[in-house]
């Protein structure tokens, strides 16, 4: 089955800009449909964008317009900009096997394959 494994977090000053990146193995990520979700301590894991297999996206509204998702060469990416610090939180990516023109999913419970998480901070 697919593997997953995220990179690329870190510190960050309000404002700022950071690129995340998922490792996708195992499989083609051209199979899947892809999300990126994010935990903040004490909360749920949210989900922020996706994006089915032939790109189309789809993104939460409090990060329409700052945060993109795309992918490229089995990598899924997920640039941040205009950060905040509640924006603070582990980031993870998820994957689902999925029928290619089907919209991507914003429901954490259908994706069956997850990353271990890359931390993000703004402050």
């Known amino acids: 089955h697919v593997q997953l494994v995220e990179s690329g977090g870190g510190l960050v000053q309000p404002g700022g800009s950071l690129r995340l990146s998922c490792a996708v193995s195992g499989r083609s990520i051209s199979a899947y449909s892809m999300g990126w979700f994010r935990q903040a301590p004490g909360k749920e894991r949210e989900w922020l964008v996706c994006?089915?297999?032939?790109?189309t996206t789809r993104s939460a509204e409090s990060v329409k317009g700052r945060f993109t998702i795309d992918k490229d060469n089995n990598t899924l990416y997920l640039q941040l900009s205009s950060l905040r610090p509640e924006d603070t939180g582990v980031y993870y990516c998820?994957?689902?096997?999925?029928?290619?023109?089907?919209?991507?999913?914003?429901?954490?419970?259908?994706?069956?394959?997850w990353g271990q998480g890359t931390q993000v901070t703004v402050s």
């Open positions: 994006i089915n297999r032939v790109g």
């Open positions: 998820a994957a689902r096997w999925q029928l290619a023109y089907s919209s991507c999913t914003h429901s954490r419970v259908e994706y069956p394959y």
